[in-house]
């Protein structure tokens, strides 16, 4: 109980509040009948590539379809956005799945209720005249990531595992995000890079010269990007979580017509996060990063927004198990529910699609 109070209190110093928030009570419905829910970001930058959960299903209005209101909080890493559902803090985070599996393999009480992404949103990157042309030619080499608590390092292992390589002699390096990242790429401080889709494509622009390496293991880790809650939240607020993951569905089906609008209603919705430089150019970096972005989190192969198949699942607690992560066995079903997804694709796509944002 002691850890769990003093990871609390880190939550709640880690915490960015990004829109303006009414009191302190918790989310709920108000006496207008409006529902709040409370979202933590577990992300460094809220690029365009997040609008499909942050800015565009308030911009466009499918929250307020549903009398929806939504209080957006940027949070230091998925750790951080766990122990703050379990104090209260947050009801729902954005976070990477793979970090989610194993605290509910120990009985901690998360939930997936949806899945962002169909696919893997790492990539792994080397420099363009590199003689590395593979997953299969990591053995050995120092890969930067983020951090060394991210996903990056998962799914870069297990790419390589794929591709007959030891994981284990990869030798891996916090290199940070941004500009910092490009350097340490730039500078030969490491000989790959892996994270995220997004990121990548920013170092891209950034003037790091890259070829991005092929790896199957993105069809397979598909929970790269979920919405996690707590089982006591996904009791007593279904109503808002079902309003709010039916909105991010209408927003990612929205920006897959409508890319190049998406990142200017994104930072007309957030100017604080719009780079500097001149529209087109701007405009065009953003569009590349939703494009790369838009290849992961999609419809399952089913039209569904959201749903994770049991085999998905399965394979995930397999590989999570051989490597270590998961020292106890768990069962799909505590991992994932899926009782929201059907209300969450009650909507139609064309009329979705056809959606003209405010100017």
Partial sequence: MKRRRAVAALAALAFLPLTACGDDSSAGSGSDGEMTIRLGFAGAVLSPGAAMYTSLPEVLGFWGEDNLKVEITRIEGTAVAL????????????VSGEAVVPPISEGQPFVIPYSLSQRGIVATAVPADSPINGLG?????????????????????????????????????????????????????????????????????????????????????????????????MADKKAELEAWARGVAKATEWMQANP????????????ETRPSGEDGTVIAAGVAQVTARLQSIKAADNGEYGSIRNDQLE???????????????????????GSLIAGVNAFDKAAVRAVTAPS
Avoid: C, W
């Fill in 137 to 233: 030619d990591l053995g050995g080499k120092t890969v930067g990531v983020p951090n060394l608590a991210t996903g990056a390092v998962t799914f870069t292992k297990a790419g390589a595992a794929e591709a007959g390589v030891d994981p284990n002699s990869i030798k891996f390096v916090a290199i940070g995000t941004g500009a910092q990242a490009a350097n340490a790429i730039k500078s030969g401080q490491v000989d790959a890079v892996s994270d995220t889709d997004t990121s990548v494509v920013g170092f891209q622009q950034a003037g790091a010269d890259l070829k991005v390496l092929d790896s199957a293991i993105n069809d397979k880790l598909v929970i790269g990007v979920v919405a996690a809650t707590t089982k006591s939240i």
């Fill in 315 to 337: 394979y995930i607690i397999q590989y999570l198990t051989e490597n270590g992560q998961i020292k106890q066995s768990v069962e799909v079903s505590a991992i994932y529910d």
């Fill in 260 to 271: 190049e609008e998406a990142v200017k209603a994104h930072y007309r919705k957030f100017p």
């Fill in 83 to 94: 122990s703050a559902m379990v104090g209260n803090q947050i009801d729902v985070a954005v």
